[in-house]
């Protein structure tokens, strides 16, 4: 019984597309082997059959030998039959081979999504993303498929070659070298077909970004009215990936065409040179039937490396696509030394703006500028390990980068300003782990002040939410996942700007609640906002000016004192 995924035993190979067709291939050898015998079994036999069909005709029909005719139909018989088991079986194997390397493919490209963060669709546009699983990797799996076909034409060429040596040692020279040369010429024909192809590649994925970006902001371009620039745009695009396809598809009927011609060309010659012998008295009538059969089969290498060429090109552009995907670093990894992570109730601390965090309290971060509270803040995650070598962030007496990414993730929750939901049940999006009865997340959506969204449901928490929660409005949206935040049961919660989407009445709600909802078993709590509803339910207030914090106390006494932060409150309320 096989498992599923297939298993991925080892890193894959990015230096080039061809080390990575290798290692991918290398994962599948027991299936590779198999595909590539059975080709080979199933080309032998169509290879054999001209030879059995002249000597019927030579020692039966000619010779007159009844048992000999008899023998040699027999002979057929077990050929077809052997033909038409090793077809189903090399089928069956090819199609296994091209799915093991698609799926592999698909599972690494979904894995680096997953794991990469911000740092992919920073590197590469969605779209480019999107047809590098969607496509790119399928493609390549085709080498994989025709690999099984192209060893049993090779093998079947040393079959027919040998065959025909037995027969006439001229013939012998001609299929041993005209082959090979008639596969050579078809190079002038693939070469200006490839860079076409990576040209179409480069305009699809073009195309497909426009249309993703289209698609992400429909609702704001329809608000403004603005949907038929992004239309002329995905119009341009489409036209430019259009005339690219019909480039590519020149480039594949000259590549037919001088297939076929070339293959005819030395079908017409061999034929000829065997008539030839016939007449001289050199082979025998079987012997000239089995070498006109002979010369059609010869057909079938030539086809299969066209084929193989053209699939090979395909999969080498699709491969450089993956490897572009799977070289993109994230912004944070494990460090190379790693520290144990401090104990519960542990201060934290971002050196470049001194902002302390104290345990167990909620603390809020204000700042004439929204972007300098939200690096900050941002920083006590550890999204960028780039960033934090420029500022330290401490968690108690440990620098944050050494502490392993697993216990920064369970312990350490950032809820950022843009709220995202995705497909699926409401449950799930509220609860990934499903790790809480219902009852809990009620509460959690009461002290989001959420609850009146599910009463609007008609599955209430089985409601199928739509791709990123378009059903939803921004307000909406922002508070579901306040409530998710609240789920986490972080020791550590990160809130920017949590209330930003959202009426005052709804505002004072999630304020009022916010306390309640954190303060047991002595959570900790961080917001980023300049709204006085939340600022006055807040423990502490940490005013940045320039990047740096320049005064503490509660909203009240700062409001009392500092004019710069009573600005600032008074313009965001």
């Known amino acids: 019984m096989r498992a599923f995924p297939y298993p991925l035993t080892s890193e894959p190979d990015l230096r080039s597309p061809a080390r990575y067709l290798l290692w991918l291939g290398g994962l599948q050898k027991a299936t590779l082997a198999a595909g590539i015998l059975l080709g080979t079994v199933w080309m032998a036999s169509q290879a054999v059959m001209p030879f059995v069909l002249g000597r019927a005709i030579d020692d039966g029909v000619i010779g007159g030998d009844a048992g000999a005719l008899l023998g040699w139909a027999a002979a ?9 088991v090793s077809d189903t079986a090399t089928h069956r194997a090819g199609v296994s081979n091209w799915m093991q390397a698609a799926f592999r493919s698909v599972r690494l490209v979904g894995h680096k999504i997953a794991r990469t963060g911000d740092a992919l669709p920073t590197a590469l546009s969605t779209g480019e993303v999107v047809s590098t699983a969607a496509s790119d990797a399928f493609r390549l799996g085709e080498v994989y498929e025709v690999l099984t076909r192209l060893a049993g034409a090779a093998a079947a060429w040393v079959v027919v070659t040998v065959l025909i040596w037995q027969t006439s040692a001229v ?26 192809q990576r040209e179409q590649r480069e305009a699809s994925g073009r195309m497909t970004a426009v249309g993703a970006d289209t698609v992400a902001g429909l609702r704001v371009l329809r608000g403004i009215g603005g949907e038929h620039i992004f239309v002329d745009r995905y119009r341009v695009k489409s036209a430019a990936t259009r005339d690219s396809g019909i480039r590519v598809a020149h480039s ?67 491969a450089r696509k993956i490897i572009a995907v799977l070289s993109v670093d994230a912004n944070v990894s494990e460090s190379a030394t790693t520290v144990s992570a401090p104990p519960p109730g542990s201060v934290l601390v971002d050196e470049r703006s001194g902002v302390v965090v104290e345990p167990g309290l909620l603390t809020a971060v204000v700042s004439r500028e929204p972007a300098e509270s939200t690096d900050a803040v941002t920083r006590l995650g550890r999204f960028e390990d780039a960033v934090l070598e420029e500022a330290t962030v401490r968690w108690g007496a440990a620098d944050l980068r050494h502490v392993p990414l697993a216990d920064i993730r369970a312990r350490v929750v950032v809820s950022e300003a843009s709220p995202h939901l995705f497909s699926g049940p409401l449950r799930a999006q509220l609860d990934p782990r499903g790790t809480h009865e219902d009852g809990a997340v009620l509460a959690a959506l009461e002290a989001a002040s959420a609850l009146d969204i599910l009463d609007g449901l008609e599955g209430g928490l089985d409601h199928e939410v739509t791709e990123r929660g378009r059903g939803f409005s921004g307000g909406q949206r922002q ?40 303060r047991s078993e002595g959570r900790t709590t961080v917001v980023v906002t300049a709204s006085p509803l939340v600022l006055r339910t807040m423990d502490r207030v940490l005013f940045m000016e320039g990047g740096r914090v320049t005064d503490r106390g509660t909203h009240k006494e700062l409001m009392n004192r500092n004019d710069e932060y009573r600005n600032v409150v008074i313009r965001s309320e």
């Not at 299929?175 to 860079?195: E, N, S």
């Not at 306040?482 to 304020?511: C, K, M």
Request: hydrophobic share 60%; aromatic share 8%.
């Open 171 to 196: 013939l012998g020279v001609v299929v041993l070298i005209g082959v090979p040369v008639c596969c050579a010429l078809l190079l002038f024909v693939v070469k200006p077909m490839q860079a076409r």
């Open 76 to 84: 057929l018989l077990g050929l077809m039959v052997v033909q038409a």
């Open 252 to 318: 594949l009927a000259d590549l037919e065409a001088s297939q076929v011609f070339i293959a005819g060309a030395f079908s017409v010659v061999f034929t000829w040179v065997g008539a030839s012998l016939v007449l001289s008295g050199d082979i025998t009538p079987g012997e000239l039937v089995a070498l006109y059969g002979f010369s059609i089969f010869l057909m079938t290498p030539v086809r299969a490396a066209a084929d193989s060429v053209a699939r090979f090109i395909r999969a080498h552009v699709g």
């Open 479 to 518: 508070r579901l996942v306040l409530a998710r935040a609240y789920l986490t049961e972080a020791e550590n919660l990160v809130l920017v700007e949590p209330t930003s989407a959202v009426d005052a009445h709804t505002e004072q709600r999630i304020a009022a609640r916010l306390a309640g909802a954190r």
